[in-house]
């Protein structure tokens, strides 16, 4: 968590991690993505974000979820190749 919030902060996102963690999870309940798809939903709602900030906040957001094993009730995160999924 403490990596996203510094990204957040440096990248001065218009995100919280509260809000990011949400975003993250609102969007694998409606099943598995990659990361570049869930960076442009990151990009979407933060138009001052390139899409290669969007990228880096997309994968510390997994992975401060996946951390705190707070991953959708806590389903377990796979990671293959480019896609994850519940």
């Known amino acids: 968590?403490?990596?996203l919030q510094f990204l957040i902060d440096d990248m001065c996102a218009n995100?919280?991690?509260e809000a990011m963690s949400e975003l993250?999870?609102?969007r694998l309940?409606?099943?598995p993505c990659t990361f570049d798809e869930l960076a442009l939903e990151i990009a979407d709602k933060d138009l001052t974000l390139d899409i290669k900030s969007?990228?880096?906040l997309a994968r510390a957001a997994?992975?401060?979820l996946d951390k705190k094993g707070d991953f959708l009730d806590a389903a377990v995160l796979h990671v293959v190749g480019q896609r994850f999924c519940q």
């Open 1 to 3: 968590m403490l990596l």
């Open 15 to 17: 995100f919280t991690v």
């Open 24 to 26: 993250v999870k609102k």
């Open 29 to 31: 309940a409606q099943g």
């Open 54 to 56: 969007a990228q880096i």
């Open 62 to 64: 997994v992975e401060s």
